[in-house]
């Protein structure tokens, strides 16, 4: 018999492990300062809430609870996302909503659904990691959203158009309508990843790239939109628990491909949730914007403090993270050695973000999981690590001014 691997199918070789997964085991380290995960502070979980709509549904609806369901989701949780959409400006009903294992299944069953090999996806620069591993298996090419030239074959552009992960930058409304302008121009599918929407803590909210679409293409089912949302940055990760808000006929093609994948989402993972958002859902998000905007103040604050000139970083209205930028000639991959080595604080080098033409003197911060004093005790670490580097004797890098990006 041969090795395995030549049995693999031939996608599989564009197939890579994510570094931010890998990232995380580091978070079992205690010793560790980490800004690696991009992931909630379970500070902030509803966890009494939880518990007690996961008593109250196996009270109440047990058998039910614990059966199979639908493949499109829950119809009174679809009936609720759907208002939300609604009130957003995206005029919809129950039919153009699917629920998913979170937004990253949506992302792999879009993939699946719209990407044959050598097809192109236009992507920021940078771009969030996770979306390139889930279209990868499809085996596409890349090309840059912003660029002049759209390659040949483009099927679909992917953004995530409010606090990007990684960059946490916020699209203006005129670089919406213009996504929307470039889309209709070479009849693209959009896909909108709004994973931090609803986490906006300071600044005035855009509308989402699907309510300018309706708005100008007359209704939801005229659009070229597709919405990726989640529960898992506002109640809980472990939920997974995400949706697609398209037209029908895209909706109706996920759910067929949802049943080939695992026939549906938990079923009482989705009678909780429903419960639980229906309690004081705004409210709740109010309490983690509050938290967020601390700890990112803390993060600008520490950088403005520690960081040697040269160093400039993103200032985000929302979401979990900050983008930092070092002077050329270094390199983040071997800044996190370093890093790890001498000061024992985590970071995700910025290249991995980048579907094409990476950046390797970038590297991305989140915010979400260190107190203010952590944030600030690993950032005071990060920046001697930096500025060791940059004081070398063999750097090729030239000091400039401190400041934001």
Sequence with gaps: MNTWTDRFAERMTHVRAS??????????QP?????????????????????????????????QALQYSVSEGLPELRRWIAARMSADGVSCDEGNIVITAGSQQALDLIGKLFLTRGDAVLAERPTYMGALGAFNAYEPTYGDLDAQEVPAGARLA?????????????????????????ASAHDLVVIEDAAYRELRFAGTSEPSLLALDVARSGSIESARTLYCGTFSKTLSPALRLGWVCAPRPVIDKLVLLKQGCDLHVSTINQMVAARVIAEDY?????????????????????????????????????????????PEGLDGAHLLEAALAEERVA?????????????????????????????????RRLARVVEARLAHPGSNVKRAMRGAA
């Design 158 to 182: 992917y953004l995530v158009p409010d606090f990007a992960n990684p960059s946490g930058r916020t699209m203006t409304r005129r670089e919406r309508e213009a996504v929307l302008d470039r």
């Design 19 to 28: 570094e931010i997964r890998e990232l995380l085991k580091l978070l079992d």
């Design 347 to 379: 970071f995700v080098p910025g290249a991995p973000f980048f579907a094409v033409e990476p950046q390797a003197n970038t590297l991305r911060l989140s915010y979400s999981l260190l107190s203010p004093e952590g944030i600030d005790e690993g950032v």
């Design 31 to 63: 010793d560790i300062l980490s800004f690696a995960g991009g992931i909630p502070d379970p500070q902030l979980f509803p966890a009494e809430r939880i518990q007690s709509a996961y008593e109250d549904v196996l009270k109440q609806a047990g058998a």
């Design 282 to 326: 705004d409210g709740h998000l109010e309490r983690l914007r509050v938290h967020y905007r601390e700890r990112a103040s803390a993060m600008q604050t520490a950088l403005a403090r520690h960081m040697p000139m040269g160093v400039t970083w993103s200032k985000p209205q929302g979401g979990m993270f900050v983008w930092l930028k070092a």
